[in-house]
């Protein structure tokens, strides 16, 4: 039977954080819902983000019936919802509805989700949602009309971005991403650039002092500001980075191809100069087939 209140998931939320939420609206828990639509449930629950929930293919069709969303739509915006086997279309045969909980290993988890866009997307209630960033994209939420920005599961909630305008510019920037390959190599370079205190260290000291004010509310805990929020401070030179490492050719540069391009990514990062230690990943790349 479908339910009476209208909860819509956000685009790539965790199932799990959706699944949550429609059941707090009725103030349920996830195991009383699922049990309701008579879904046999393996695995240890655990709330978003520790954990995420993989509905077979009837068990998602009867997700879908009871929310009033179509499956497509559901499939779409909940990147771990499995879609149905094709075989079950084609005999009407939907096989058993089974959902199973699993633990995420802290680099998988999703991050917390604009919390603006959560009201209204649950309006009877005030649960936090959970979503995972897309693939082959740094692991960051940026919700450029509501000015908050998530990049690590241990904050639980997103934080206030205003006082770092640069964030939204980069984002709004972005709209033809590097390569996952270039992202990557671009993302290690500036970790390391930031945990050695190297080339634009200065500049996201500033950032992330403007950030923690910004956000006096953020929970202590046994990271600290400055390791939860590396992905955000560093995330304009990340793309930065990302977008000149694309425009390399395959092969590795020569003398002066290396000086030429170091000359213009320091004028891209806004820098006087780049000269980067022998050690420095930069090399590496640059040197890489």
């Known amino acids: 039977m479908p339910g009476p209140l209208r909860v819509r998931p956000l ?62 739509h559901l499939t779409r915006a909940l990147p771990h919802l ?18 199973h909980w699993r633990a ?3 680099a998988l988890q999703p991050l ?43 904050h639980p909630a997103p934080l206030d971005i205003r006082a770092v305008p640069e964030l939204t510019q980069a984002h709004l920037r972005a709209r033809r991403p590097a ?10 370079i ?9 080339h634009v260290h200065e500049r996201w000291h500033t950032r992330l002092h403007r950030l923690t004010a910004a956000n006096p509310r953020m929970p202590p805990g046994p990271a600290s500001c400055a390791l939860t929020c590396r992905e955000l401070i560093t995330y304009p030179e990340t793309l930065t980075l990302a977008a000149a490492l694309h425009r390399l050719p395959p092969h590795p540069l020569t003398r002066t191809q290396q000086t030429a391009f170091l000359h213009q990514l320091a004028g891209r990062l ?17 040197t890489t087939r």
Not at 82 to 99: D, K, L, Y
Not at 179 to 188: E, F, I, R
């Open 11 to 72: 685009p790539g939320e965790a199932t799990a954080s959706y699944l949550t939420r429609l059941a707090t609206t009725y103030r349920l828990s996830p195991a009383q819902l699922l049990d309701g639509l008579c879904i046999t449930v393996t695995g240890t629950e655990n709330a978003p983000p520790a954990a995420e929930i993989r509905l077979s293919a009837e068990a998602a069709r009867r997700l879908s019936g009871f929310t009033r969303i179509p499956l497509t």
């Open 82 to 99: 499995r879609p149905p086997a094709p075989s079950s279309a084609n005999t009407g045969a939907h096989g058993t509805p089974t959902a």
């Open 104 to 106: 995420l290993e802290t």
């Open 112 to 154: 917390p989700a604009c919390t603006t866009c959560t009201i209204g997307r649950s309006p009877h209630t005030a649960a936090s949602a959970w979503i995972h960033p897309s693939p082959g994209l740094p692991r960051i939420m940026i919700c450029t009309r509501h000015q908050q920005a998530s990049s690590d599961p241990r």
């Open 179 to 188: 390569t996952p390959v270039s992202l990557s190599w671009a993302s290690t």
């Open 190 to 198: 500036t970790t390391r650039w930031y945990d050695h205190q190297q």
């Open 270 to 286: 806004q820098l006087p100069r780049l000269a980067p230690a022998d050690h420095d990943l930069l090399w590496k790349r640059l």
